[in-house]
């Protein structure tokens, strides 16, 4: 059966770096819909204009704008052979919209990673990010800076700090997970599909520990 991965943590946990080796690694569409809105804001799309507001105060975008996002994802052809949801759900309506539309697919979730972190550390995270302008990828100013400064080592792109990687926009950021978001970690222990590792260790040990608990379904 293939992957049908959910990862769930704070904003900051390190979902997407792990989700960029892990999709390579098992050959899995990985969905960021923090990606997918900032390519909307890029655009100027309807729904980049609704979400804007959002993002830029570090709130969550409206569920019925996420879940329709995500569904067109769901049943694009590249999706079929396993994937990544990364950033969603982020509720429990989100969550529920999710069972469904995966129900009607006939591709129900085989596991829910939480990424296990004290807020402590999320601030030197995401404010020392730089995300790559071409493909997202992210980096880190003293973690894991790039091999040229300001410059991408997967695709060459620039390098840039997002909007909402400033400190009120975390703060917002992580009272809205604390409040919406943190929720589904019982949600999905119910279901039997959660996982976890600690994802305060180093990149690799986050990776190593990513892949034990990949193959405990
Ligand atoms: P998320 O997708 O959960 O918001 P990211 O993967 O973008 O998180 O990681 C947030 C920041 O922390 C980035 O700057 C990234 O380079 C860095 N980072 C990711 N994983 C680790 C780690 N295990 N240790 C230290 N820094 C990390
Ligand atoms: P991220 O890149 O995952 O940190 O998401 C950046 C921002 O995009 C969030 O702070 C929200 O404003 C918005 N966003 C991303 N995913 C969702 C989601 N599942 N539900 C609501 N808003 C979201």
Redesign the pocket.
């Known amino acids: 059966m293939s992957l049908a991965l959910v990862f769930l ?11 960029k080796t892990c999709a390579e690694r098992h050959r899995l569409f990985h969905v960021s819909t923090g990606d997918l809105f900032r390519q909307n804001l890029r655009e100027e799309t309807p729904v980049g204009l609704v979400a804007r507001g959002f993002m830029d105060r570090g709130h969550l975008v409206p569920d019925e704008v996420v879940c329709a996002m995500v569904r067109g994802c769901l049943e694009a052809e590249e999706t079929t052979e396993g994937f990544i949801l ?2 969603f759900p982020r509720t429990i309506s989100q969550a529920e919209a999710l069972e469904e539309d995966l129900e009607q697919l006939e591709r129900p979730l085989t596991s829910v990673v939480s ?1 296990e972190i004290d807020d402590g550390m999320l601030m030197e ?2 404010t ?3 995300t790559c302008k071409g493909c997202s990828a ?3 100013k003293t ?2 800076p790039p091999q040229e400064a300001g410059v991408c080592d997967d695709c060459g792109a620039d390098l840039y700090t997002r909007d909402d990687d400033t400190e009120p926009a975390v703060a917002a950021r992580l009272d809205e997970y604390h409040d919406k978001t943190a929720p589904l970690l019982g949600y999905y222990e119910t279901r039997g599909l959660l996982r976890s590792v600690d ?1 305060a ?3 690799d ?2 990776s190593g520990a990513l892949e034990r608990a990949l193959e405990d379904r």
């Open positions: 943590g704070p904003p900051g946990a390190g979902k997407g770096t792990q989700a990364d950033g990424f995270r995401l020392g990010r730089l992210p980096f880190h973690f894991n994802a260790q180093p990149v040990g986050v």
